[in-house]
């Protein structure tokens, strides 16, 4: 009966979000503009250019090839793969700008999954909860040099039709983009006190007498945690007021990781993946779970350490395993 209730609180919680939010990804700007949700969504976006300053309409200068904007739909999904958000970017159609007029250095890091797999158990190991935030349009805080856009579509002035846009901060599809949103957020980590990583730049680590903080830098997902919950707090605070932030809280989904904290350890896990690929194949409700078909006399190999390979996935990582595999990853250095 509790298992049936559940169940039934569980529907009418996702029915009751489902109001709030499209099911389906428009078309095209036509499809969306015929929908509410996705009329302000895109609003939203707009919205957020005007608190971040992006842009101003001006008069199009002498010469000037403004580059054109386009809309993209998405909806982010939970872990549970229902619709929590419909999200409608406006890009840039970065395919128009040309090397030395519009931009450019163009490359930005981004965290490699190995360096957030060791994180993973570095947390583990040293028994503290790891975090992680989202910047709402980070690249809306990005500084650029002066570039010009066509106005959205579907948004055009009426009183300025021919006006273009003139960006003081970087748009999403512009090649320079991402380079801006990371300088800016690492001269922001660096000004706070916060070291980078010798090898991996997307590594940022805050020491505090004997205390220290570390944080994992992924375009505009970061993964934090440390021993004091004193620092978590403050970083915590001082990204908010310097970035709008969003998805805020325990560390749970990740790069398609979901990831579950506990006192015994950290456990990763792809089932969202896993039904996500059922469903796109159309195996969704007809599949049975069946045992690995591997034999269970065959035995396993030594390593060259003289380990057995089924010990080297089922037991915990010694102290100087753990330094080896850190230091083959180039991250020895922050710790």
Not at 28 to 37: I, K, P, R
Not at 87 to 116: H, N, Y
Not at 246 to 269: A, D, P, R, V, W
Request: with cysteine.
């Amino acid at each position: 009966m509790s298992r049936s209730l559940r169940s039934r609180t569980g529907s009418l919680a996702i029915i009751a979000h489902s109001a709030f939010v499209a099911s389906f990804e428009p078309r095209d700007v036509g499809h969306a503009l015929s929908n509410d949700h996705w009329v302000n969504a895109m609003h939203e976006e707009l919205e957020n250019f005007d608190r971040n300053r992006v842009w101003t309409l001006v008069k199009p200068p002498p010469g000037c090839n403004p580059i054109g904007t386009k809309w993209v739909f998405k909806n982010k999904q939970g872990e549970d793969g229902v619709v929590v958000r419909n999200k409608a970017r406006l890009v840039a159609q970065g395919f128009c700008q040309k090397e030395g007029i519009d931009f450019e250095e163009t490359f930005a890091p981004v965290a490699r999954l190995e360096s957030i797999r060791i994180l993973l158990a570095f947390a583990a190991s040293k028994g503290f909860k790891l975090f992680q935030m989202d910047v709402k349009s980070a690249f809306l805080n990005g500084f650029i040099e002066e570039v010009y856009v066509k106005q959205p579509p579907g948004f055009e002035n009426p009183k300025f039709p021919t006006h273009v846009f003139k960006l003081q901060k970087a748009l999403y599809g512009l090649k320079q983009a991402p380079r801006a949103w990371y300088d800016r957020l690492k001269q922001f980590l660096l000004g706070k006190g916060f070291e980078m990583g010798s090898v991996d730049k997307t590594l940022f680590l805050l020491r505090h007498g004997t205390d220290f903080l570390i944080s994992q830098i992924y375009v505009d997902d970061i993964i934090f945690g440390g021993s004091s919950n004193a620092l978590v707090s403050r970083f915590s605070e001082q990204m908010s007021s310097e970035f709008e932030m969003s998805l805020m809280g325990e560390l749970k989904y990740f790069l398609g990781l979901q990831i579950k904290q506990t006192t015994e350890g950290i456990f990763i896990y792809q089932s969202k993946y896993t039904r996500d690929m059922l469903k796109k194949f159309n195996f969704g409700g007809e599949l049975k779970p069946q045992m690995t078909p591997m034999g269970t006399s065959g035995g396993l190999d030594k390593d060259e350490t003289g380990d057995k390979l089924a010990d080297i996935f089922t037991k915990p990582l010694d102290q100087s395993s753990f330094e080896r595999l850190r230091g083959d990853l180039g991250v020895i250095g922050l710790f």
